[in-house]
């Protein structure tokens, strides 16, 4: 195994740990899924049970908001690009359990924004564009999941 591959192979069990490896998993093999489609849907599998380790207990839930609403658009925007490998619903459940709890959370339903930092700060525009892109996520075919960036 050449080097840079075995490396990067190793740094993918060590992010893994930490639920990490779905996003390293979509960017670093995205060629693997066209040539070698058995490899890249293992390694979705494999990036799906480390999500479902991280996220997928009642304690976990609350693990959702250690990252901040950007960090999640591109996590679950990884994590459908893997989904077009064979992935799960587990995908879109995990996303779609994020979005309804930071609405149950952080949702202002007078201003119609999210207010992560409390009532008495600032909006953040990145945060609202997070949870604006993750809803449209939501909505849209997984036919089109393999164009996310």
Known sequence: MPTLRRNVLAWILVVATVGLTVGVVAVVTPAQAATSPATYAKRAA???AALQR???TDAGQ???FTQDPPFHAIFFANLLQLGTAG???RYVDAM???ERQARQRYYDASTGLFRFGG???PVKLL???AMVRIQAMLAWSPEKWHLLT
């Open 46 to 48: 494999t990036s799906e």
């Open 119 to 121: 009532q008495n700060t």
């Open 127 to 129: 945060e609202q564009a």
């Open 87 to 89: 992935g799960s619903a």
């Open 54 to 56: 991280w996220f997928g």
């Open 62 to 64: 609350s693990r959702y």
């Open 96 to 98: 779609a359990t994020y």
